[in-house]
C-alpha cells in the first residue's frame, strides 16, 4: 500500500527566504507526482505535474523535483512571499493510467511572515 | 483551462436529512471522476471513483449505501449523503482527469458539509 508522508507538518519562514518542502513515499512505482497547493476551506490547486521520466519540473518561482528510486521528491519555493501562505500537497497516483486515483500526503501548512 | 465546478460550497442540514453535492467538469469530458472527503487539518481521503455510466467503485470502509454516487452523464457526478449525522460533517472534494499524456487531475472547489 503506496504512503505518502510529508514532514514537517507546519513550517513558518520570514518573506522572502528561498524554502524547501519534502515529501517521501514508499512505493517507487509511480506514473508521477503532482504538487497541490490549499488555501484554508478550498479546493486544490495543481502547481507542478512530474512524470516519472522526468528529474523535475519548473512553474516561475516553483521547482519540483522527482526522485523515484529514493522515494523522494521535493518542492522549492525560491523568494518566498506572504501570498505563498498555504497548505502545499503531494499525491502520486498507483501504477499507469490517465484516470488513477491519488493518494495524499498530510501537507505542510507553510506561513510567510512580511 | 480546465475547470471543475463543485455545487454547493456549503451547506447545512439537519441529522436523518440527504443531501446532494454535483461536480461537473465544465469544458472537458470525463469518464472518471473521483470523490474525495477531508476533515480538519487531515489530508484528502479517496471515498471512490465514479465512472460513467456505471457503478461506482468505493474505497474499504466507505458505505455504498449511505454515499450513493451517480455519474450519469460525461460531465456530470453526484455525490449523495443519505441520512447524514453529525460524523458525516467534512469537506468534500472532487476530481477529474483531462487525460492524454499529461494525467493533470483538476480539483473542484469543494463542498462544506455540517450537518445538524
Known amino acids: 500500500k503506496q504512503e505518502v508522508t510529508q514532514i514537517p507538518a507546519a513550517l513558518s519562514v520570514p518573506e522572502g527566504e528561498n524554502l524547501v518542502l519534502n515529501c517521501s513515499f514508499t512505493?517507487?512505482?509511480?506514473?508521477?507526482l503532482q504538487w497541490f497547493r490549499q488555501d484554508p476551506g478550498k479546493g486544490l490547486t495543481s502547481l507542478l505535474l512530474?512524470?516519472?521520466?522526468?528529474r523535475e519540473q519548473t512553474s516561475g518561482r516553483l521547482n519540483a523535483s522527482l526522485d523515484k528510486s529514493s522515494g523522494r521528491s521535493t518542492l522549492y519555493i525560491a523568494a518566498s512571499q506572504p501570498g505563498d501562505s498555504a497548505t502545499y500537497l503531494c499525491a502520486v497516483p498507483l501504477r499507469t493510467g490517465a484516470n488513477s486515483k491519488l493518494t495524499f500526503g498530510k501537507g505542510i501548512t507553510l506561513s510567510v511572515r512580511p | 483551462g480546465a475547470v471543475v465546478s463543485q455545487h454547493p460550497s456549503w451547506v447545512i442540514c439537519k441529522s436523518g436529512t440527504s443531501v446532494k453535492i454535483e461536480c461537473r467538469s465544465l469544458?472537458?469530458?470525463?469518464?472518471?471522476m473521483f470523490w474525495y472527503r477531508q476533515f480538519p487539518k487531515q489530508s484528502l481521503m479517496l471515498m471512490a471513483t465514479?465512472?460513467?455510466?456505471?457503478?461506482?467503485?468505493?474505497e474499504q470502509g466507505v458505505e455504498k449505501d449511505k454515499f450513493l454516487i451517480n455519474h450519469a452523464s460525461l460531465t456530470l457526478s453526484t455525490l449523495t449523503v443519505t441520512s447524514a449525522h453529525p460524523e458525516d460533517s467534512s469537506f468534500y472534494i472532487c476530481s477529474a482527469s483531462k487525460g492524454g499524456t499529461g494525467n493533470t487531475i483538476y480539483f473542484g472547489e469543494g463542498s462544506w458539509l455540517t450537518v445538524v
Open positions: 512505493d517507487s512505482a509511480i506514473y508521477n
Open positions: 465514479s465512472n460513467e455510466g456505471s457503478k461506482a467503485t468505493y
Open positions: 469544458d472537458f469530458q470525463a469518464t472518471t
Open positions: 512530474i512524470q516519472s521520466s522526468q
